[in-house]
């Protein structure tokens, strides 16, 4: 079955930029699915980043829509994410998500593990 | 942005227990409106999607119900495994959004 896998630094310093790679196995990235980052801050509540289609068309969080790009590499069947200017409310656990197709709705059925990212110099 | 409001925030139960977990949309999300659990240091888990579709492999314990603003997650006998964090997303429209999530607790 199809399966994700977060990979990047752990440690990102201020105004920097964060960037992640989430690989895809067990499946193709060109399926009728869209593919998502989402993020917990310690202790807090899940917000969504933004996705990405096989296409490379892209919808983003307004709120981090100026530092963010999703882009899509389909030779490595993986997606990726970078998040520039970053600051410590940035420190998060940071996921992968596939949205469902179908009648599912885009619901997200299957989950990266999460990679921790903490901004400090 | 579509706000996902849950109640309670927080709750004590017993195993065996009857518990309902509610989520209101800002405005009509028809039944695009999907529950997660999610337990300390792993990522979330579908349980229910379009509102009152179980998810494969979820027990059947578990039920959703709803449309346009107003949801229920249900879950009919706590088992004490299901102690854990539940939020609600709607896949509605972008930006996706969250509920702020509502903590089970043991009572």
């Known amino acids: 079955q199809v399966q994700l896998q977060e990979s990047g630094p752990g440690l990102v310093k201020p105004s920097g930029t964060l960037s992640l790679t989430c690989a895809v196995s067990g499946g193709s990235i060109s399926s009728s699915n869209w593919w998502s980052w989402v993020r917990q801050p310690p202790g807090k509540g899940l917000e969504w980043i933004g996705e990405i289609y096989h296409s490379g068309s892209t919808n983003y969080n307004p709120s981090l829509k100026s530092r963010v790009t999703i882009s899509v590499d389909k030779s490595k069947n993986q997606f990726s994410l970078k998040l520039s200017s970053v600051t410590a409310a940035d420190t998060a656990v940071y996921y992968c998500?596939?949205?469902?197709?179908?009648?599912?709705?885009?619901?997200?059925?299957?989950w990266g593990q999460g990679t921790m990212v903490t901004v400090s110099s | 942005d579509i706000q996902m409001t849950q109640s309670p925030s927080s709750l004590s139960a017993s195993v065996g227990d009857r518990v309902t977990i509610t989520c209101r949309a800002s405005q009509s999300i028809s039944s695009y409106l999907n529950w997660y659990q999610q337990k300390p240091g792993k990522a979330p888990k579908l349980l229910i999607y379009a509102a009152s579709s179980l998810q494969s492999g979820v027990p059947s314990r578990f039920s959703g119900s709803g449309s346009g603003t107003d949801f229920t997650l249900t879950i009919s006998s706590l088992q004490p495994e299901d102690f854990a964090t539940y939020y609600c997303q709607q896949s509605y429209s972008t930006p996706r959004t969250f509920g702020q999530g509502t903590r089970l607790e043991i009572k």
């Open positions: 998500a596939r949205g469902g197709s179908g009648a599912a709705q885009d619901a997200f059925d299957i």
